[in-house]
């Protein structure tokens, strides 16, 4: 006789079954950070490969059992993060979650819709397109039928600006994309696997893309043109001068897209959000919402000033969207996105937007932002420290006052290896700084003297 099957995680006995495998889960998250004691484990690569490898083989004859496999795996991972929750965390765009996004998360991987039919996602297609409608109309305002699409990031948006841009120039030639140096890598493979020509790279020796340089480049290359321009740039947090930027396209018949995965949030800032003054103008947006919107990986965005730029996605495929199931009146999904399957991501950001607001996810933004400011102030007043500039978002340059490039990465590896702080890394001006992403509204002033503390204790005088 065969035994019960274990229980599913979705339907009405789904949440007694959840029960308690949550808890072992939490003890687990509990003990593991509590073992780990900092932002990340000490010892470096080779240390925490030791420990994983003490679990032993993956694939066991008989299994452990569910309450062992849960403790034992979820204590590792935690045990051997890189914990964005910790302040001294600080190296990337990666957020720590907030704890309602990452229970809606829970849920969303408890009943699991896959928003590619809607037979599969009745409610959560219906909540998608609640959300995509309000986010796209926060970013284009003015336009009559702004729209939206869910991706896994700010790689996957700006290869789907490239693609919808390539798609409406198509009778023209091939599409020239056009990018400073400033802008994010994924423009570049985007244009490779999408068969396009390599981007036209502007320099961009003050960290911000150049009207006049901006000018030249469409001026002598043919087009048709897609300007990638960038609110938040990765290893600066810096913001292109938009509105002058939308100015030059215009007048050159330039397609605008703007890459805003990490400062596009600001929008939600009274305060701040006049610094992406000119987003509006552009054609295609990109938002990451797990950046500074503190959403468990993947929630990010494509923005379209008209839903009509998105028909190029149509796409049909008898057993997902039959014309006459779509004539009868059943969505059509399989046009919003180049993916099939798909996670309802949009339900953790839904979930975030109702219970915070406008207000709330805005005192959010204020506060990292004021954080970058405190810790630029700090840098500055620290004798052994030079600070590149003052931040624009919540990215904050650093380096000990004459150290070489050599010094700069082994003190941020070696903060690395011991486990007391993840800094990044970024070359400005000719030269390697300490990169510190301040992306935790938790922080406190102790938190950064700490920061600055250890950078400068692990200077060689």
Known sequence: MRAAPPPLAG?????????????????ALRTGAEERNGP????????????TAKLGTVLPETGTGPHEALRTLVHTLAAGAADPAHPLCAAHLHTPP????????????????????????PAASALEALVTAALAAEIHPTADHPDALVTTGGTESNQLALLLARERHTARGPLRTVVGANAHHSFHRAAWLLGLPAPVTVPTPRGTLDPAALHTALTTTPGPHLVAATAG?????LIDPLPRLADICAAHGADLHVDAAY??????????????????????????LH??????????????????????LAHTADYLNADDDTDAGLPDLLGRSPRTTRRPDVLKTAVTLRALGRTGLGAL???????????ADRVEKAPGLDLHARPTLTTVLLRPHGADDTTVATIRRTLLTEGRAVLGRARADGRL????????????????????????GDTPR
């Open 40 to 51: 990340l484990p000490a010892g470096g690569p080779e240390t925490v490969t030791r420990r």
């Open 365 to 375: 933004v204020d506060t990292c932002m004021d954080l970058a400011q405190d810790l």
């Open 11 to 27: 339907g009405a006995p789904g949440a007694d079954a959840l029960r308690p495998l949550l808890a072992a889960v939490l003890d």
């Open 263 to 288: 400062g596009g949030p600001v929008l939600f800032s009274p305060t701040h959000r006049r610094l992406l003054d000119g987003l509006d103008r552009a054609r295609t947006v990109t938002l990451d």
């Open 98 to 121: 907030l704890a309602l996004a990452a229970a809606a998360d829970l849920a969303a991987s408890a009943l699991n819709p896959s928003m590619d039919s809607w037979d599969q996602a």
């Open 433 to 456: 700084w300490l990169k510190a992403t301040l992306l935790n509204p938790h922080t406190t002033p102790d938190d950064l003297d700490q920061l600055i503390t250890l950078v400068e």
């Open 233 to 237: 740039t990765t290893d600066q947090g």
């Open 291 to 312: 950046k500074l919107g503190w959403q468990p990986a993947a929630a990010g965005l494509l923005a379209v000033r008209d839903t009509t730029d998105l028909t190029p």
